[in-house]
């Protein structure tokens, strides 16, 4: 059976935070699947909402959630789905 393995990262302080998301996302973008950035078009917020499908490896997908909940004001949600 198919693993559907997804995360929601809240970057808060998207201004000074931001590249260091960037390059998390980048270092293990070979695990990505599907990315998708949520975000306000009416004003530019100091906050972001990015989803990720990510392959279900849960080694590579623990350090990918560590290294994302090491940046300040990030916040990591995973959903697993069977």
Known sequence: ?????IFGIHVGDREN????????LTEFGCNIKTRLGIHETDSCMPNAVILVQFKPD??????FQRRLEGIPTVQV???VFD
């Open 1 to 5: 059976m198919h693993k559907y393995l």
């Open 58 to 63: 849960d080694v590579v997908a623990d350090e």
């Open 17 to 24: 935070n931001s590249g260091k998301v960037q390059s998390v």
């Open 77 to 79: 949600k995973k959903m």
